[in-house]
């Protein structure tokens, strides 16, 4: 469950936080860092989306973001959503998360 944290400036400039439930390690796997990257570089391109800083660790992402064109708390949804879709789509079919057994990261 998200926190009561509001966006009250929709152009104005914050430092952000997203978690994985549970805090699993999942960008320890590179398709999965791709899926972040691939999907803030969108947000860029599409919808506005200015990114100051941004550090992708192995179960959270913090950014300091901020937006030129859309509200950014619609760009913030559209990213959680598509990307955390992405990523479980992506767990499905490969059978394989950070924490699965017999899992071999050679």
């Given amino acids: 469950m998200g926190y009561a944290y509001k966006i009250s400036d929709q152009h104005g400039l914050y430092y952000v936080t997203f978690t994985i439930k ?60 598509f990307t955390s879709t992405q990523i479980i789509e992506a767990i499905e079919q490969n059978g394989k998360e950070s924490r699965s057994s017999g899992y071999c990261g050679c």
């Fill in 22 to 81: 549970d805090w699993v390690d999942i960008f320890t796997r590179n398709e999965y860092r791709f899926t972040v990257t691939n999907s803030l570089n969108h947000c860029i391109k599409e919808k506005g989306l200015e990114v100051y800083a941004w550090v992708l660790m192995t179960n959270h992402l913090h950014a300091i973001l901020s937006s030129s064109k859309d509200d950014l708390s619609n760009i913030i949804r559209d990213f959680k959503k």
